[in-house]
């Protein structure tokens, strides 16, 4: 397996950027998605997962109305549309895959597959 996160880049805040990640080695379709960020002191966090095969999303608390994942089976990739960044948004953005799991979370920890980080960084 192996994804390859892409789209990162400097924006000023409220700006926007949407991040990709191509998947080779498996079909998304049948696993569960995640993207998720590390800024610099900071233990990595789960920011937005597609969790179950229903389409089943978690959204952390500090993105909801602002990021959605989403993702596009014919070019097997998947996306975050990143809306209104903050400052507080800058960090080292990683995608990942899992097995579909049923409970409302986007733990690092559930996910096996990582893509390499793409840098995200919110300055004016």
Known sequence: VQLQASGGGLV?????LRLS????????????????????GKERE??????????TTYNADSVK??????????KNTFYLQMNSLKQEDTAVYYCAT???YGDNTCHV????DWGQGTQVTVSS
């Open 98 to 100: 899992a097995p579909f």
């Open 46 to 55: 789960g920011v937005s997962c597609v969790i179950s095969d229903d389409g």
């Open 109 to 112: 920890e559930k996910y096996a």
């Open 65 to 74: 109305g602002r990021f959605a994942i989403s993702r596009d089976n014919s």
């Open 12 to 16: 000023q805040p409220g700006g926007t």
């Open 21 to 40: 990640c191509a998947a080779s080695g498996l079909r998304l379709e049948h696993y569960a998605i995640g993207w998720f960020r590390q800024a610099p």
